[in-house]
């Protein structure tokens, strides 16, 4: 089954303990990218990879990191997590080409930093 | 710079009436291409819909039915004969072609069907 998965889907943290959310695709989608969805705000997005090792800043970068090492995997990394990035978290991923492709999302992950 | 703007907030219609969902964009390309998406109550986002600048021709795939104007920058979102499944929050998307594939969603709509 074609899909998009995240792990963990809950988490509760405490201010400053460096977590990783893990994101994996089994498409072979090229592109991958990170929102956050905040009530009254939508979803913004926080990084993006069009390929392997080719990464980029979103909208709201600031207090994350991603790597992107293989093409399946795309993980987010709070090096020091902070309340304001108690948030839902998704994944997404496309083909990517001379058009934009509609984003295939993973469940998504619920951060409570406290 | 591309902005999406849903002015409902939250809709309630009663079960077998029609419905129809505001998008209003806002950009300087002339490439780009625009989304529905469907956030149900279990929370995960299932796409709906795509449709490029180019391509003004109504979409209907059963029940659900897209309205695209250019001129006056909308591309809403009818559901007929509406059903409980139905309830969700519908988010209205943005992608500038040379925007790198990102997404600028609208703040969604909160669409409540009841019996």
């Known amino acids: 089954e074609a899909q998009v998965t995240q792990n963990p889907r809950y988490l509760i943290t405490v201010t400053g303990k460096k977590l990783t959310v893990t994101c994996s695709q089994n498409m072979n989608h090229e592109y991958m990218s990170w929102y956050r969805q905040d009530p009254g705000l939508g979803l913004r997005q926080i990084y993006y990879s069009m390929n392997v090792e080719v990464t980029d800043k979103g909208d709201v970068p600031e207090g994350y990191k991603v790597s992107r090492k293989e093409k399946r995997n795309f993980p987010l990394i709070l090096e020091s997590p902070s309340p304001n990035q108690t948030s839902l978290y998704f994944c997404?991923?496309?083909?990517?080409?001379?058009?934009?492709?509609?984003?295939?999302f993973g469940p998504g992950t619920r951060l409570t930093v406290t | 710079a591309q902005k999406v703007t849903q002015a409902q907030t939250e809709i309630s219609v009663v079960e077998k009436e029609d419905v129809t969902l505001d998008c209003v964009y806002e950009?300087?390309?002339?490439?780009?291409?625009l989304f529905w998406y469907k956030q149900p109550p279990s929370g995960e986002l299932v796409f709906l819909i795509r449709r490029n600048s180019f391509d003004e021709q109504n979409e209907i795939s059963g029940r659900y039915s897209w309205n695209f104007q250019k001129s006056t920058s909308s591309f809403n979102f009818t559901i007929t004969a509406s059903q409980v499944v139905d309830s969700a929050v519908y988010f209205c998307a943005l992608s500038e072609a040379g925007g790198g594939n990102k997404l600028t969603f609208g703040t969604g709509t909160q669409l409540k069907v009841e019996l």
């Open positions: 950009t300087r390309d002339t490439t780009y291409y």
């Open positions: 997404a991923s496309s083909l990517s080409g001379t058009g934009v492709y509609e984003q295939y």
